[in-house]
């Protein structure tokens, strides 16, 4: 059974400063995902990682992907408040036996996400 | 605003009953997706629909049955209420074909068994 695992559960940090959130997964694939999600909001897609080594920046995030390593990054630069929220990760993995086409049955398997607090 | 529209909102209810969750996948998307999330189970995905087929299944209760109908709107059907049966239900959709499965989510339905 596929495994995500975030981490930092919770993180707690200062306007102005770095940080990084790991996701680890535990079989093979090379599609994963970045959601954020305020409290008691829907969840917002963030990056969409297709290969080995691809990093997507947007703002103050990057994110980056290593399928060798089954682990992808989301890296937080001069944290603003507004980043306040609960970023989780996302791994798309075919489910078995495969339907008729290539689409349409895939699925999406999430961690247990990051609550990010940026404190002024 | 994500394209993807839920209703009702809200939902109070009584354990032992029966409930239904209504979802509008985004303009042209085939797949609609059902998520559940619960402060001890986190985000599971329950179910997938591709027009009209079902696709795949996840950790989805015998009690709960989903259909998506020709005009490719979906519903989640939830029987013999349970109190754990308090969450957010996710809706979400994708396009397809495609390269990838980017999944876009509807605002959810707060369900809550008294």
């Known amino acids: 059974e596929l495994k995500v695992e975030q981490n930092p559960l919770f993180l707690s940090m200062q306007e102005g400063k770095n940080y990084t959130i790991y996701c680890n997964y535990s079989?093979?694939?090379?599609?994963l995902y970045w959601y954020r999600q305020d409290p008691g909001k829907s969840l917002e897609s963030l990056f969409v990682?297709?290969?080995?080594?691809a990093v997507k920046q947007e703002g103050r995030l990057m994110a980056s992907l290593d399928t060798k390593a089954r682990l992808s990054t989301l890296h937080i630069t001069a944290a603003v408040h507004d980043l306040s929220a609960t970023y989780f990760c996302?791994?798309?993995?075919?489910?078995?036996?495969?339907?008729?086409?290539?689409?349409?049955?895939?699925?999406?398997?999430f961690g247990t996400g990051t609550r990010l607090t940026i404190i002024p | 605003d994500s394209g993807v529209t839920q209703t009702p909102k809200h939902l109070i209810t009584a354990t032992g009953q029966r409930v239904t969750l209504r979802c509008s996948p985004r303009?042209?998307?085939?797949?609609v997706y059902w998520y559940q999330q619960s402060l001890d189970q986190g985000l599971q995905f329950l179910i997938q629909?591709?027009?009209?087929?079902?696709?795949a299944k996840g950790n989805i209760l015998e009690r709960f049955s989903a259909q998506q109908f020709p005009d490719l709107h979906s519903e989640l059907n939830l029987s013999s209420l349970e109190l754990g049966d308090s969450a957010l239900y996710f809706c979400?959709?994708?396009?397809?074909?495609?390269?990838?499965?980017?999944?876009?989510f509807g605002p959810g339905t707060r369900l809550t068994v008294l």
């Open positions: 979400a959709s994708s396009a397809d074909p495609g390269s990838y499965n980017e999944q876009f």
């Open positions: 079989t093979t694939s090379d599609r």
């Open positions: 303009s042209g998307d085939l797949s």
């Open positions: 996302a791994v798309d993995t075919k489910t078995h036996p495969p339907a008729i086409s290539n689409f349409g049955n895939e699925k999406l398997t």
């Open positions: 990682l297709l290969s080995n080594g």
């Open positions: 629909y591709y027009n009209g087929e079902e696709r």
